[in-house]
């Protein structure tokens, strides 16, 4: 049996830590992988692995039917879809988009009406598992869309994530699941980075706490990942405090839209949005823990040379 990989060719646009790290699950998938990104330094790096680079989205768009679009947010997405050189411009009708940024659900319903009128099929296929399982090709997907355009992207779903999750055959279902992992993640990284404080304030040994707290009933999968970043007093950046500023944002206008108070979300925002306000935007998300170090004595654990 022929493997599927070796007769399609793939885009992504997007060549961040996700979209880099799916690019070349794909590319190692044995997938003809086509990537593009603003960034010059991303283009060769992706280049420099044996995959194709194009000069702008269009190009992407006219050498394939699939693309995934795995940039930051909606302006961003509006811009790869619609914008000067973009993929509506050159994509064979019945092409297919599958759009992985976190945006909010009202903007995935519409821009699956959007991209119908241009004659183009939608997945709303937002992801989540961090750089290192994009690279490993174990994302977990949460999708929404036309059975078809399921059927359609199988493969190439099954070359980048572990878990491919199908919550509906309309976009929307899946941007909205995202919100509520989105809304527990932020919570959670506030909550341990708070915690942390509160123990390093107290006089405790951070890397005793964290040892304890990781085999009690306190523990969540955020403590446990993201306090070893502060134990290391290294915040190079897996994922930014930014990325929360934002994606914390559209949860926080979601709820006024269902005119549903989220006051826990609110409370991590305002922590996010002071952290990134006092210059820590581009650095890991653990690093909203720096807000504590601003408004205290709080000493934290400094980097090792």
């Not at 598992?129 to 949460?142: D, F, I, T």
Request: proline share 4%; with cysteine; glycine share 10%.
């Amino acid at each position: 049996m022929e493997n599927p990989a070796q007769q399609q060719t793939v885009g992504v646009i997007g060549l961040g830590s996700m979209g880099m790290g799916s690019a070349l699950a794909l590319h190692d998938a044995g997938f003809d992988v086509i990537g593009y990104d603003v960034s010059a330094a991303a283009r060769e790096k992706f280049s420099a692995a044996g995959a194709r680079v194009a000069e702008n989205p269009a190009a992407v768009a006219a050498a394939t039917d699939i693309i995934f679009v795995v940039v930051v947010n909606s302006d961003q997405v509006d811009a790869v879809l619609f914008g000067a050189d973009s993929i509506s411009t050159t994509m064979a009708a019945g092409g297919l988009v599958i759009q992985c940024a976190t945006v909010a659900p009202s903007y995935a319903r519409s821009l699956g009406k959007r991209l119908a009128e241009k004659q183009l099929e939608l997945l709303d296929a937002p992801i989540s598992g961090g750089s290192v399982k994009a690279r490993q090709g174990k994302l977990s997907v949460m999708a929404s869309g036309a059975p078809k355009n399921f059927a359609r992207a199988a493969a190439v779903l099954e070359a980048v994530a572990e878990k491919v999750y199908r919550l509906g055959d309309t976009p929307g279902a899946g941007s909205s699941v995202k919100l509520v992992n989105q809304h527990l993640a932020g919570v959670h990284i506030a909550a341990a980075a708070e915690a942390m404080a509160l123990g390093i304030s107290m006089g405790l040994d951070p890397a005793t706490l964290y040892e304890v707290i990781t085999h009690s009933a306190g523990n969540s999968w955020m403590f446990e990942n993201r306090v070893p970043h502060i134990l290391a007093g290294d915040y190079t950046p897996h994922s930014a405090v930014d990325i929360f500023v934002k994606d914390l944002g559209i949860v926080h206008t979601t709820g006024r839209e269902q005119t549903l108070p989220l006051p826990l979300a609110a409370t991590a925002l305002l922590q996010f949005t002071a952290a990134s306000s006092a210059g820590h935007g581009r650095e890991d998300d653990s690093a909203v823990i720096k807000v504590y170090e601003h408004l205290s004595n709080l000493k934290l654990p400094a980097k090792k040379d």
